[in-house]
């Protein structure tokens, strides 16, 4: 089963997911989880590059970036661990590039970047996708909670993630099936049980109906 986890910085992804690794695992599950960019040696050397702020990278270029690491990404750990019967989380996949290049610097329409991620995962298509909606001053409140200053993305301005916010919208109701969309600002503990009744839902062997 591979699941992932998309949303606004701060939206509380981490959070989650750490909370359904712990779960997955006490069910019996072996669990790998991927974040992105990142999570292979080339793809951390990518991301490094891509939050670096004193590294000037033209949306196109950033839009190449992102997907070269997740090629890497999908070939070295994701489509293995499902191979061998593992559960995969991501912790952003395709959807970011959507949302973020295609909706935050206005890049492509999503058709033309439906195509493009096909060849990029070579056709990987997460089973379930949790989407933690929040309204991008809360995300940004939060964010400045935790660190005082900003990596080369976060520094892209309110208006550019008010688009980001827009675009994760569209997406998710163009995809009801794969999405799960959870409103972000609810107590931790409450998105968790939320988030485990969707995942036992998808996967019938956790206990839970299938719709
Ligand atoms: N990016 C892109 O542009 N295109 C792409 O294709 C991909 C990525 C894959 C990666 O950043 C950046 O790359 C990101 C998108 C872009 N940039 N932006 N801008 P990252 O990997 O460094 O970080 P992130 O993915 O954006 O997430 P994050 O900052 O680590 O936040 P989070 O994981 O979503 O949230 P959290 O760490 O769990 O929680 C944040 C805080 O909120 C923390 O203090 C929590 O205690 C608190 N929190 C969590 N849940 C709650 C609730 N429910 N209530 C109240 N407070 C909460």
Redesign the pocket.
């Known amino acids: 089963m591979f699941i992932s986890f998309e ?1 606004l ?7 989650q997911i750490e909370r359904l690794h712990a779960r997955l695992e006490a069910a019996g599950k072996t669990v790998v989880r991927v ?3 990142g999570g292979t040696a080339v793809s951390e050397r990518i991301r490094s590059l ?2 670096d702020p004193d590294a000037p990278i033209v949306p196109r270029a950033e839009l190449l970036l ?1 997907s070269a690491a997740r090629a890497q990404v999908c070939d070295e750990i994701i489509r293995p661990a499902l191979r061998s019967g593992d559960v995969v989380i991501a ?2 996949f395709f959807d ?2 959507t949302a ?2 295609g909706g935050g610097r206005g890049l492509a329409n999503p058709d033309w970047l439906g195509d493009f991620h096909r060849f990029v995962t070579d056709g990987l298509v997460p089973d379930l996708t949790v989407y ?1 909606r929040l309204d991008p001053e809360t995300a940004l409140a ?2 400045r ?2 660190s005082a200053t900003d ?1 080369r ?2 520094a ?1 301005g309110q208006k550019f993630f008010d688009r980001v916010a827009k675009a994760y919208d569209t997406l998710a109701a163009s995809e009801p099936e794969r999405f799960v969309v959870l409103n ?5 503990e409450v ?1 968790a049980e939320a988030i485990w009744r969707d995942v036992r839902r998808v996967d019938g062997n956790l206990g839970g109906a299938r719709r």
Not at 9 to 15: A, L
Not at 184 to 188: E, G, Q, S
């Open positions: 949303g910085d701060g939206s509380g992804k981490t959070t974040r992105e960019p891509l939050l992102f912790d952003r970011s590039t973020y290049q933690l939060r964010r909670a935790r990596d993305m976060e892209s972000a600002a609810l107590p931790v998105l």
